[in-house]
T-cell receptor, first 113, second 113 residues
Framework: NAGVTQTPKFQVLKTGQSMTLQCAQDMNHEYMSWYRQDPGMGLRLIHYSVGAGITDQGEVPNGYNVSRSTTEDFPLRLLSAAPSQTSVYFC????????????FGPGTRLTVL | DQQVKQNSPSLSVQEGRISILNCDYTNSMFDYFLWYKKYPAEGPTFLISISSIKDKNEDGRFTVFLNKSAKHLSLHIVPSQPGDSAVYFCAAKVRGTGNQFYFGTGTSLTVIP
């Protein structure tokens, strides 16, 4: 199993550009989430999904969109990138019924100029 | 406002000694708590968890203590090893809410050989 994969590893955008961060998992996990990690702020939940077709907002959803058309994939879209979205983004998955262990991807480092 | 806080951004400990990492939370609805470990350029990995019905949980060298009245939990690592050097995040959730986790700001642990 590849686990949770994220692409790209690094990305530089200009203010106003849009892009999609990709996340895929091959463990058939129902739960998937997106987090951003910023210095002094820890990991903050952006959006999460409890299954295909179901998504909801986390703590910091503004400026981001998600969709979940399949169990495997959970892309995160930045509609109009802003410097405040410079961060490291992590995707995570967890099987239904578990309370604890999320499996994280390696992260995408995004810089918005 | 951050619902889970780790007030010590960094901690240095000699190899073989005890490492104590602390975490405070404000939301009295939280009833499940976790610790994750993160190495540079990798995603976080699950370490240990505790339910609010317990006040202690052990897994090898790692023990988590929960003080519900103080809304405080701590992670003890005994003995500390150089490979334990990483950033440690505590997290909290309400049981039954799936993947809605709230993370702290992280503590960077350095174990000195």
């Amino acid at each position: 199993n590849a686990g949770v994969t994220q692409t790209p590893k690094f990305q530089v955008l200009k203010t106003g550009q849009s892009m999609t961060l990709q996340c895929a998992q091959d463990m058939n996990h129902e739960y998937m989430s997106w987090y951003r990690q910023d210095p002094g702020m820890g990991l903050r939940l952006i959006h999460y999904s409890v299954g295909a077709g179901i998504t909801d907002q986390g703590e910091v959803p503004n400026g981001y969109n998600v969709s979940r058309s399949t169990t495997e994939d959970f892309p995160l879209r930045l509609l109009s990138a802003a410097p405040s979205q410079t961060s490291v983004y992590f995707c995570a998955s967890m099987p239904y019924g578990r309370e604890d262990e999320q499996f994280f991807g390696p992260g995408t480092r995004l810089t918005v100029l | 406002d951050q619902q889970v806080k780790q007030n010590s951004p960094s901690l240095s400990v000699q190899e073989g000694r005890i490492s104590i990492l602390n975490c405070d939370y404000t939301n009295s609805m939280f009833d499940y708590f976790l610790w994750y470990k993160k190495y540079p350029a990798e995603g976080p990995t699950f370490l240990i968890s505790i339910s609010s019905i317990k006040d202690k949980n052990e897994d090898g060298r790692f023990t988590v203590f929960l003080n519900k009245s103080a809304k405080h939990l701590s992670l003890h690592i005994v003995p500390s090893q150089p490979g334990d050097s990483a950033v440690y995040f505590c997290a909290a959730k309400v049981r039954g809410t799936g993947n809605q986790f709230y993370f702290g700001t992280g503590t960077s642990l350095t174990v000195i050989p």
